[in-house]
């Protein structure tokens, strides 16, 4: 073993970042972002972070950013504290074996881990990934006022900058039909200079979801993203199948372990996964799942938690690995937040998100934004 990669001290905070304008999902609102940053150090002193950032505390899933802290630093961190950092499977599995499930706490630590031996060896995260296959990925933007007026200005605004020609709404907070009059109205108003998805975040039921979805495809959406309940695949299989040929249905809360991959891509209940390091817990729990994905024919979506730089850098890396069979990625939780952790953000040019190089995720963190947003430091509480 070489002791100079030794895990030696590991940290984790609570961090609140306003969001720059509320965020409205089918489960509720969201003004601020509190994401989990995680410092960790080598006994050769190199330093590597980790996030995981969740959306309206434990709404979008069972984990909020107090249970990850709590999780990380009672249990995670003790685990890993004397091994061998560049050993990542063997990390992996003493958390596994420390704490069940939990995985967006291991995503922020394994995201650490990789940092900073990547940092060490002075190697971009993506050489110890398996290799760059994309420079550069198609960035989407989602829509999400809730105002009809302000997402166009949103989209428009985002069109002229050559920023963002896909753009997610998302819908299931109010009726169907008031969903479907939002987004044709958004479609005919950026007919013909972008391409559009939708995200129902669960909230129809199966027949809701037959009964509406025709609609959305007529108005012009393209990508449709978890329209029913994570558990319900039978529906996921039966909307592929009648409206497969002519939009694709996409799996995101369906889709965690690689296991969910394997039972969704048996029965082909999506033609796209929406891949999160977050929810697969971690980097290479990812490219497990996209592995999945890649041998059924499914393409993969390069999916956020709205993370800042640091976590949105982490996913760049590893989707720069995967294969050709996607639909682009969206990154954008920075520029959702009103200030970042770092100096400099990922570059995004002519409507495609320039993917980072390193060493580590090639980000310089700013500690004094970790001490500004710092939870422990505003007295801020819990959403
Ligand atoms: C989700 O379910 O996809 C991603 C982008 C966004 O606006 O919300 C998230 C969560
Ligand atoms: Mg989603």
Redesign the pocket.
Known sequence: MTDRLLIERIEARILDIPTIRPHKLAFGAISRQSPVIVQLWLRNGATGFGEAATIGGPSWNEESPESIHHAITAHLAPALLGQDGAHFGAALARMDLACRGNAFAKSAVEMAVIDAVARSLHLPAWQLLGGKRHASLPLAWTLASGDVSRDLEEAQLRLEQKRHRIFKIKIGARTPEQDVAHVARIARGLAGRATLTV?V?QAWDGSTARRHLPALIDAGVTLI??PVARWNVEALKTLTAELGGRASLMA??SVCTPQDAMSLARVQAAQVF?LKVAKHGGLLRTRDVAAVAEAADIAWYG?TMLETSIGSAASAHVFSTLGPLHHGCELFGPQLLVDDLVTERMAIRDFELQLPDGPGFGLTVELAQLNRFDRARSGLKAV
Do not use: T
């Open positions: 995200d975040n993203e978890q995101d809360e929406s999916g």
